[in-house]
């Protein structure tokens, strides 16, 4: 880790802030031009560590070319996210997670000092290494891919941790880090953003945890889409203590279809969400949706879609 004092690092990527190249891209997301901000860094970054130290912000309203977190370091801020109507306050403590593809701007006025740490991820970067170790969550999975096709999806994620959470940890190391870079400072950070990204992760699940009304039908079917690449009948009735029998008679009488069935309508839909928000090979697809080789996932692909995945992604439909 870098010998700089976490001081000294926040003082000095604080300073940086305002001269870095925050430059505007025109963009068209869907029937309306917007402004997104373009990677306001060193082109062979694929991370960025970001401070703002002040008392005052005012952002345009814009998207961006990347993925982002802002975590409320010292004291708190506000948010306004798609089209000015929805403001949302960050306090001390909280993580404010967005997307390339929607709308935000921070502002915040007032007399006391706040402190943001940031972390912007190259879009590329993010589905490579990123994405396929959260892909199990599937309302993650949806969070970061979904919006790039519709504009009514979640637009940010909003979570609260407390003071001596390892997320603060991991982003005062990485604040350090990316102070006084070294030859291999992009090689230190990914392991360190990947395990804030898996902390956020255990975070959102936390904080989304309901009681469980739902017909255990239903509870099967959100946990085999939360282990597509891996899920087995026995896996479940192991989960869930039925017998495999017991489980796979409740799907056929309640759902009218049969474990393999609901597996394949899973990984196609998934399959298909992977097209339309990243540029992965087929191959690579078809290895985090569990296929062990890129045939079998062709052969599946083709009897569901009656075309060949190149061929869907061709004619535009992902």
């Not at 708190?76 to 001390?92: L, M, P, R």
């Amino acid at each position: 880790m870098s010998g700089i004092s976490l001081r000294g690092a926040l003082e000095k990527l604080g300073a940086d802030f305002a001269a870095r190249d925050w430059h505007y891209l025109d963009v068209a997301p869907g029937d309306c031009w917007a402004r997104a901000w373009a990677w306001p860094g060193d082109p062979a970054e694929e991370i960025i560590v970001c401070v703002h130290k002040g008392k005052s912000i005012f952002e345009t309203f814009h998207r961006q070319d990347f993925f982002f977190l802002n975590y409320a370091y010292k004291g708190g801020y506000d948010a306004i996210s798609y089209q000015y109507d929805n403001y949302i306050t960050v306090n001390e403590g909280e993580c404010y997670v967005g997307q390339p593809y929607t709308g935000y701007a921070l502002n915040k006025d007032g007399d006391e000092e706040f402190i943001i740490i940031g972390v912007l991820m190259k879009k590329e970067l993010f589905f490579r290494s990123f994405l396929p170790i959260l892909s199990a969550d599937t309302a993650l999975f949806r969070f970061f891919l979904e919006p790039r096709a519709n504009q009514f999806s979640d637009e940010f994620l909003h979570l609260k941790f407390e003071k001596n959470s390892p997320l603060r940890q991991l982003l005062e190391m990485m604040v350090r880090e990316y102070a006084d870079p070294k030859e291999d400072t992009q090689a230190i950070l990914k392991p360190l953003v990947m395990a804030a990204l898996m902390h956020i992760a255990r975070q959102y699940r936390a904080e989304k945890a309901e009681v469980n009304c739902d017909r255990l039908s239903e509870q099967i079917v959100r946990y085999m889409g939360e282990h597509t690449e891996a899920v087995t009948l026995g896996d479940i009735a192991a989960h869930f203590a039925y017998h495999p029998n017991y489980i796979s008679g409740l799907l056929r009488r309640e759902l009218g279809k049969t474990f393999s069935q609901i597996l394949l309508e899973l990984r196609m839909e998934r399959a298909v969400m992977l097209f339309r928000g990243t540029d992965l090979p087929i191959e690579e697809t078809a290895y985090m949706l569990g296929y062990s080789n890129s045939s079998n996932f062709y052969k599946a692909f083709r009897e569901y879609y009656h075309c060949s995945p190149r061929e869907y992604i061709e004619r535009g439909e992902g």
